[in-house]
T-cell receptor
């Protein structure tokens, strides 16, 4: 079985400042890694994913994440945030060859302030 | 390209009743997954349907059941509703066998059980 830990339930940050949202996972098998964003009263939108290859993954809206196998982490970063980035962010994993069944973390609420 | 749609948007039911939620998958997608997202939590995998057969199930009791139709749309049925079933129910579609491993989420159905 897999599990995902997002230690920060809320992250406040000022506009144009950098941000990092932390994600650690546990799995006895190899996994794919994902970050999703959820705006109020909406479904989930994929920001980026790691399947294989380069450990630095670039996604939409200027987000990037780095896969660290030794630390079982997949932290999300953005060098300069905007008010519109205020949302809930979820890290998720799925077992390779496991048919896209996602295990999510509990989410991190990013609040961007002026 | 039509995205994933879900109906109804909101629903209020009484404890003990039964409910059916509906999902239309994105064009070209043959796999539908259902997730339950309780307030303040990450989505939890309920089950997945591929070619009208259940293709994996999470830790949910049998009163949660589903169907997939030949056009790949899907239903989630919940019998004997309990207060803890109050949640946002998300449907996600994907193309089994695709190398992208991406799931596309609908906006969800908000179920309130009183």
């Amino acid at each position: 079985a897999q599990s995902v830990t997002q230690l920060d339930s809320q992250v406040p940050v000022f506009e144009e400042a950098p941000v990092e949202l932390r994600c650690n996972y546990s799995s006895s098998v190899s996994v794919y890694l994902f970050w999703y964003v959820q705006y109020p009263n909406q479904g989930l939108q994929l920001l980026l994913k790691y399947l294989s290859g380069s450990t630095l993954v670039k996604g939409i809206d200027g987000f990037e994440a780095e896969f660290n196998k030794s630390q079982t982490s997949f932290h999300l970063r953005k060098p300069s945030v905007h008010i519109s980035d205020t949302a809930e962010y979820f890290c998720a994993v799925s077992r390779t060859g496991g048919g896209n069944k996602l295990t999510f973390g509990t989410g991190t609420q990013l609040k961007v302030e002026l | 390209e039509t995205g994933v749609t879900q109906s109804p948007t909101h629903l209020i039911k009484t404890r003990g009743q039964q409910v059916t939620l509906r999902c239309s998958s994105q064009s070209g997608h043959n796999t539908v997954s259902w997730y339950q997202q309780a307030l303040g939590q990450g989505p939890q995998f309920i089950f997945q349907y591929y070619r009208e057969e259940e293709n994996g199930r999470g830790n949910f009791p049998p009163r949660f059941s589903g169907l997939q139709f030949p056009n790949y749309s899907s239903e989630l049925n919940v019998n004997a509703l309990e207060l803890d079933d109050s949640a946002l129910y998300l449907c996600a579609s994907s193309a089994e066998g695709s190398s992208s491993y991406e799931q596309y989420f609908g906006p969800g159905t908000r179920l309130t059980v009183t």
